[in-house]
Each structure stands twice: as C-alpha cells, then as structure tokens.
C-alpha cells in the first residue's frame, strides 16, 4: 500500500459557517465532544501509516495547528487574503517533494475509502486520480464537483454538469506531472482558481482517473446542517469500522449490526465495560448452550450459541472504541473462542449419541476444523498473503455457530455438524492454490493476438431500448415454452419409480419438479441479466428529472426486482417438500435461505431510498 506525503487543505474561509467560524478554523469544530473533525482525518491518516502531513492554513490560525498537532504536521502558512482552493494545492506541491495525497479539512470520511484510493494509486500514472461516488444524496449532487466519465478517465469536472455518472469526494491524488496543470491553471484563471479547472486541463490530456468509492461513507461540511448531518454519519463511520477484514458472511451482515449498535450506545454513554470479561462472558454463553445442545434442548441451546457469536465480537470492539487493544486481549479472546468450540461440538455429540462410523468421523473432523481454519488463516498471513479472496468461502467461526443456530432450531443439529466437518476442507484447498500462486511457477509465453471487432465496425442499427426490451420477451417466451413441455411430458411419464428405498422411492414426478426448477433458474437469471440493460437505460433518461445518479436509479430498479425474485423463490420453496427423505428439509432451508435474501433486499432497497432522498424529502417538508 502507498505511503506517501498529505497534503490537509485547510485554509478556506468558511464563510457559510459563520459565526461559529469566526472562533476557530472549521475542522476545529466537533463531531463528538473531544473529537474534532482534524482529529477524525488524522487519526485514519496514522492508522494507514500516512505520518507525512502538511496542513495548508492562513497565518492566523497557523498557531492554532501548531498547538494542536505539535511535530507531527508540518504548517504550511498562505500568503494572501483572496484565492481559491488550488492556490492551497499548488502551495502544497511546492513544498512536497514528489507525488502527494490532497484532502479536504472539511470532508470525513471512512477508514475504506482512503485505503481504496491508497490501493488504486500504486502504479497510477495518470496526473490526478480524484474518488468517485456513482449514489450521492440529491442535495451532494446538486453541490458537488460533478464528474464526466469515458470509461477509465475523467473527461470532465464541473459543478454545472448533469449528475449523470457521479460526484468528487475530495479525496485527490496528484502526481509529479500535475504540478504542470496546476501551474497552467492558476496562469489562466488567476488565484481564484479551483481545483476543477487544474482537473480539466488534465483531463483533456487523458490524466484523470478515478477509483469508485460508490457506498462507502463521507461528507462536506459546509454549512451548519452539514455539520449537523456528519454528526449523524461519524456514528455510521465508527459503526462501519468496527467491522474487521476477516469478518465472515454472518458476522459481517448479521452480528456486527447487533454488537456494533451496543458497543456503540455504550461508548457514548461512556461506559466502560473490560474487553476481557466480555470475552469470557461470551465463552460462557457459547458453554451454557453446548449443556442446552448435550440435553437434546436444541431452541434454546441454538439461540444461546448464536448469542455467544453476536457478544463475541464486542470485546474487540469495545476495546478498539475506548483505545484499549492488547496483545493478552487478543489471546484470551482466541483462546475462549477455541474452548468454546470444542464444547459446542462436545454438546452436539452428546445430543446425538450414540455415534454411528460416520456421525464419529464428523465430530472428530468437526473438532479438528474448529482450530485448523484458524491455524491456516494464520500461516497463510505469516506468508504475507492476502486472505480476503478465500475468507468468503463460509467456514468462519461466525458462519460455523451460525449454522449450529441454524440447523437446532429447525431440529437437524446434524446437518450443522456435517457442514462443519467438510466445508472447510474447501477453505483449505483455496489456501494451497493461493499459496501455490504466490510462490511462483513456470511463466508461460502470452498468446498473441487481441479480440476486436471485425473491419469494418458497424454501429448498431436497433436502439438500445428496443434491443433491450426484444431480449427479454424471447427469454420470457423460452421460459414459457420449457415450461409448457414439461407441464405436457409430464403426465406421459409420471408415475415411474426410479429408486426405491426402504421408507421412501424417488420418482420420475421428483425428477420433473427439480427440473422445473433448475429450467425457473436458468431462465429467470437470464431475464433478470436482460432486464439490467433496460434499467440503466431507463435509469440515464431519469437523471435529468430525479436528480440522482444513474447508478443511485439502476441499483434502485435491481433491488426491486431482487425483492421479487425473493418472493418467488420462497413461494416456489413449498412445492420441494413433495421430494423424498430431503424434500421437507431442502423445503425449509430454501424459504428461509429466500426469507432472508427478501427482507435484506427490502432494507438495503429503503436505506438506499432514504440516504439519496432524504435531504430533499426534509426541504419539501419545510
């Protein structure tokens, strides 16, 4: 990851935030008490290794900084009264030696989206790499710097554009070559230039790229209900940090929403509660329902494991809010996660007792995966290797209680035991290839030649909506006609057992109701891949009159269609209960597996609504 000089724009006048900006510079303003906007960009500056900061201010507030950070930023002091905010930009690059990061000191933001530019930024040639936010809320698009895209390059930024593509987030990356636009800009248009008219210049020439930071939080403070809002959004910010890389599925989406939200109530109302004995109080938990699994109580010993998992996580976070992380924190916590285990499939033996060959070969794997997906998680990071790639394969210990949890209330603890016993070994052949990879291997010539089109390249004469529209009536029309084949074959065939067992046969009509799935699948993923094209044509033919982004429209279509394809699939999830000895528990799996995909989509789709509308739904009422 890039480590390389900031450049903290700090010198404007703030004049929409006055009088409280008359008292100090606006990111001296709190977002919490004791916290201050400086302090909230410093403090994720130093936790990505970023220590080289400049601070571009006016000379009255020049003590100010000086007292406040002390050696560790350097003041770089304006010398006029009246300018714009590349004048602070080109201060910066003269003092900097080589390419820098250029922030705004009004702007928060999460810990990601820096990281993401970081990453984006290593081999960049280009002379600005500026973030891009394809979903602004209404009111962010009608302030901000809007940006004009081709592909991988900006063409153009201006804040008279429609909001088509997205907004600038004022995170900027300049590199040695941008010192020449910034000079050229500043010669044309004086010091009253901005930053966009360096970024056009560049862009012109093809040296403006951009990193998608699309869902990832920030905010400009300009006004005083801008400061307002990012009050409100540090708390998300805070919440959303406390997620850790190697979260699992379940943790990620399930257990950090509950755990985050208490930690968090705690922090504000200062209360401190000792990482340690939450990490014990979470063992216990996770002990008290392996005892409830043993004595075959499966509701409550379900519910008891999946709480474990939800408090587990709060020590770390508990300790990261209140600035306490140790290393003994850190292996208690390891150490009572791996008893804890242990336990729980200890419980899940009892219950099931006694052991036939393969019940005991799982539980002896089961006990065996508990720590080995540790163990390999952790040889392949003392490696250097980036796990993330193979963390999505569900065998962490979130996903692993989870499917205790899961499978108990349902009453097939089994099936929970099973899974954990196999799954990982999946984990484990991801990390042999990603270490494989990593370590080298015979290089191998490229082949030559491109794909292009063929000569001549002859546009399309059938308008993309008319193209759209004819893709989806001939797969719906597949659809139909597989349907009607199979709904006419099958009283022909009905009625053949293929295998017939001791309690239960499987017959030609199971058969014909898998394949009437599979066919519902197949199709319906086709129709919805063709109904993508539609929405964002509909979506770019909005803009102009919504106000949103593209993307903010299309990703607003998708969900609706994603929340109706839920509800299919979960009215669709009764008819497989018909299918023997695994019909009523597919069934089961299938409406809970669509029950939740619904209701997560409905919460993302009113999230989304609510973030992009909100500001301008609050102007209507006013």
Same mark, same amino acid.
């Given at each position: 990851?890039?480590?390389? /000089?900031?450049?903290?724009?700090?010198?404007?006048?703030?004049? %929409?935030?006055?009088?409280?900006?008359?008292?100090?510079?606006?990111?001296?303003?709190?977002?919490?008490?004791?916290?201050?906007?400086?302090?909230?960009?410093?403090?994720?500056?130093? +936790?990505?290794?970023?220590?080289?900061?400049?601070?571009?201010?006016?000379?009255?507030?020049?003590?100010?900084?000086?007292?406040?950070?002390?050696? +560790?930023?350097?003041?770089?002091?304006?010398?006029?009264?009246?300018?714009?905010?590349?004048?602070?930009?080109?201060?910066?690059?003269?003092?900097?030696?080589?390419?820098?990061?250029?922030?705004?000191?009004?702007?928060?933001?999460?810990?990601?989206?820096?990281?993401?530019?970081?990453?984006?930024?290593?081999?960049?040639?280009?002379?600005?790499?500026?973030?891009?936010?394809?979903? /602004?809320?209404?009111?962010?698009?009608?302030?901000?710097?809007?940006?004009?895209?081709?592909?991988?390059?900006?063409?153009?930024?201006?804040?008279?554009?429609?909001?088509?593509?997205?907004?600038?987030?004022?995170?900027?990356?300049?590199?040695?070559?941008?010192?020449?636009?910034?000079?050229?800009?500043?010669?044309?248009?004086?010091?009253?230039? +901005?930053?966009?008219?360096?970024?056009?210049?560049?862009?012109?020439?093809?040296?403006?790229?951009?990193?998608?930071?699309?869902?990832?939080?920030?905010?400009?403070?300009?006004?005083?209900?801008?400061?307002?809002?990012?009050?409100?959004?540090?708390?998300?910010?805070?919440? %959303?940090?406390?997620?850790?890389?190697?979260?699992?599925?379940?943790?990620?989406?399930?257990?950090?929403?509950?755990?985050?939200?208490?930690?968090?109530?705690?922090?504000?109302?200062?209360?401190?509660?000792?990482?340690?004995?939450?990490?014990?109080?979470?063992?216990?938990?996770?002990?008290?329902?392996?005892?409830?699994?043993?004595?075959?109580?499966?509701?409550?010993?379900?519910?008891?494991?999946?709480?474990?998992?939800?408090?587990?996580?709060?020590?770390?976070?508990?300790?990261?809010?209140?600035?306490?992380?140790?290393?003994?924190?850190?292996?208690?916590?390891?150490?009572?996660? %791996?008893?804890?285990?242990?336990?729980?499939?200890?419980?899940?033996?009892?219950?099931?007792?006694?052991?036939?060959?393969?019940?005991?070969?799982?539980?002896?794997?089961?006990?065996?995966?508990?720590?080995?997906?540790?163990?390999?998680?952790?040889?392949?990071?003392?490696?250097?290797?980036?796990?993330?790639?193979?963390?999505?394969?569900?065998?962490?210990?979130?996903?692993?209680?989870?499917?205790?949890?899961?499978?108990?209330?349902?009453?097939?603890?089994?099936?929970?035991?099973?899974?954990?016993?196999?799954?990982?070994?999946?984990?484990?052949?991801?990390?042999?290839?990603?270490?494989?990879?990593?370590?080298?291997?015979?290089?191998?010539?490229?082949?030559?030649?491109?794909?292009?089109? /063929?000569?001549?390249?002859?546009?399309?004469?059938?308008?993309?909506?008319?193209?759209?529209?004819?893709?989806?009536?001939?797969?719906?029309?597949?659809?139909?006609?597989?349907?009607?084949?199979?709904?006419?074959?099958?009283?022909?065939?009905?009625?053949?057992?293929?295998?017939?067992?001791?309690?239960?046969?499987?017959?030609?009509?199971?058969?014909?109701?898998?394949?009437?799935?599979?066919?519902?699948?197949?199709?319906?993923?086709?129709?919805?891949?063709?109904?993508?094209?539609?929405?964002?044509?509909?979506?770019?033919?909005?803009?102009?009159?919504?106000?949103?982004?593209?993307?903010?429209?299309?990703?607003?279509?998708?969900?609706?269609?994603?929340?109706?394809?839920?509800?299919?699939?979960?009215?669709?999830?009764?008819?497989?209960?018909?299918?023997?000895?695994?019909?009523?528990?597919?069934?089961?799996?299938?409406?809970?597996?669509?029950?939740?995909?619904?209701?997560?989509?409905?919460?993302?789709?009113?999230?989304?609504?609510?973030?992009?509308?909100?500001?301008?739904?609050?102007?209507?009422?006013?």
């Amino acid at each position: 990851m890039a480590n390389i /000089p900031v450049a903290i724009l700090a010198a404007g006048e703030a004049t %929409r935030l006055k009088p409280y900006s008359d008292q100090a510079p606006k990111c001296f303003m709190e977002l919490e008490p004791g916290v201050t906007i400086l302090d909230f960009i410093v403090e994720r500056l130093r +936790s990505l290794g970023l220590d080289d900061v400049y601070i571009v201010t006016r000379p009255a507030y020049s003590q100010i900084f000086r007292e406040k950070l002390g050696d +560790s930023a350097k003041i770089v002091e304006a010398d006029l009264d009246s300018f714009g905010n590349l004048y602070s930009m080109g201060l910066a690059a003269k003092k900097i030696k080589g390419r820098f990061l250029a922030l705004m000191s009004d702007h928060i933001f999460e810990r990601d989206l820096l990281e993401a530019v970081l990453e984006a930024i290593e081999g960049a040639e280009e002379a600005f790499v500026v973030c891009l936010d394809r979903e /602004p809320t209404i009111s962010e698009a009608e302030e901000g710097l809007k940006l004009r895209i081709d592909q991988s390059r900006i063409v153009e930024a201006d804040k008279s554009l429609t909001p088509l593509y997205g907004i600038d987030t004022g995170i900027i990356f300049c590199n040695d070559s941008a010192r020449k636009y910034i000079r050229k800009a500043l010669k044309q248009n004086g010091v009253t230039a +901005s930053i966009k008219d360096a970024l056009n210049l560049a862009a012109s020439d093809g040296q403006v790229s951009f990193v998608d930071v699309t869902g990832l939080l920030w905010k400009d403070i300009d006004t005083p209900q801008d400061l307002e809002k990012a009050r409100r959004i540090y708390w998300s910010i805070l919440k %959303r940090e406390l997620i850790r890389p190697s979260d699992g599925f379940v943790s990620r989406y399930l257990n950090r929403s509950i755990s985050s939200t208490i930690s968090l109530a705690l922090y504000k109302r200062r209360i401190f509660v000792n990482p340690n004995l939450v990490s014990i109080f979470s063992f216990l938990i996770a002990v008290a329902g392996a005892l409830f699994l043993a004595l075959r109580s499966f509701l409550f010993g379900g519910i008891l494991i999946q709480v474990a998992s939800i408090v587990d996580g709060m020590d770390g976070e508990l300790a990261r809010l209140y600035k306490r992380s140790s290393r003994f924190g850190g292996f208690l916590d390891s150490f009572s996660d %791996r008893l804890a285990d242990l336990a729980i499939i200890l419980g899940l033996a009892f219950a099931l007792w006694p052991l036939n060959w393969f019940t005991a070969l799982a539980v002896a794997l089961a006990s065996a995966n508990t720590i080995l997906v540790s163990y390999v998680t952790h040889l392949l990071k003392s490696l250097g290797l980036g796990v993330e790639s193979i963390r999505r394969i569900p065998v962490t210990r979130d996903v692993r209680l989870f499917a205790i949890f899961l499978a108990s209330i349902i009453g097939f603890p089994e099936v929970a035991l099973y899974y954990i016993a196999f799954t990982p070994f999946a984990y484990y052949l991801a990390g042999l290839l990603l270490a494989k990879r990593a370590g080298g291997g015979v290089k191998r010539p490229p082949i030559k030649g491109s794909i292009r089109a /063929p000569w001549p390249e002859i546009p399309s004469q059938t308008s993309l909506v008319k193209e759209a529209i004819s893709e989806i009536v001939s797969r719906v029309l597949k659809l139909a006609l597989a349907l009607l084949i199979i709904k006419l074959v099958g009283p022909i065939i009905s009625g053949f057992t293929l295998i017939q067992l001791e309690n239960a046969a499987l017959t030609s009509n199971d058969v014909l109701l898998v394949l009437e799935m599979v066919v519902i699948i197949y199709f319906g993923y086709m129709i919805l891949s063709s109904t993508k094209k539609l929405t964002d044509i509909i979506a770019v033919r909005l803009v102009s009159r919504v106000g949103a982004t593209k993307e903010t429209l299309k990703r607003v279509f998708l969900d609706l269609m994603y929340a109706v394809l839920g509800l299919v699939a979960w009215i669709y999830a009764t008819n497989l209960s018909g299918i023997p000895l695994i019909g009523d528990l597919l069934s089961k799996i299938v409406m809970t597996a669509a029950a939740i995909f619904f209701f997560i989509t409905l919460y993302r789709l009113a999230k989304r609504i609510y973030h992009v509308f909100a500001d301008a739904y609050d102007r209507l009422i006013e």
